[in-house]
């Protein structure tokens, strides 16, 4: 009892955010978070509309723009300015089991005006957003049906 208790309080720390996904139509979903509203969808190969991304792509989205988010602070940070940044990301699904994102390319831009004595200190903020760094060590995770 006492470790269900300690679990329990582990699953629910006061940082944590809670996201619904609801059915819209289709291969449709709507995602909420903290007021906001965001889509998704499957393209017409896959049964969908296309009227949004797919799951899969906000996932590489949330790591591109989290990437650029660091990237941003480090220009702030040390005096330049963000105008120019850009962080591009492709990617490729893994070829066996289980269906997953295989690999991920993320190139940073930055600004013309970012020396290039700069790139590694920029490159090594980038390397420890918060996307990247769960990523490298992944979180626990549980699928219930309640």
Do not use: I
């Amino acid at each position: 009892m006492q470790q269900l208790s300690q679990t329990a309080q582990l699953a629910k720390p006061q940082d944590a955010c809670q996201m619904e996904a609801r059915f819209v139509a289709g291969e449709s979903y709507e995602v909420t978070v903290r007021g906001h509203r965001v889509f998704v969808d499957q393209p017409p190969e896959a049964g969908g509309h296309d009227s949004a991304p797919t799951p899969v792509e906000l996932f590489v989205g949330s790591l591109v723009t989290c990437v650029a988010h660091y990237a941003g602070r480090y220009l702030t940070r040390h005096g330049y300015s963000r105008d120019g940044l850009v962080v591009s990301a492709d990617f490729e699904m893994a070829t066996d089991r289980p269906a997953r994102v295989g690999s991920v390319r993320l190139t940073v831009r930055p600004p013309d005006d970012l020396p290039t004595e700069r790139w590694p200190a920029l490159r090594a903020v980038a390397n420890h957003c918060t996307v990247h760094n769960t990523l490298v060590v992944p979180p626990s995770m549980s699928v219930n049906v309640a």
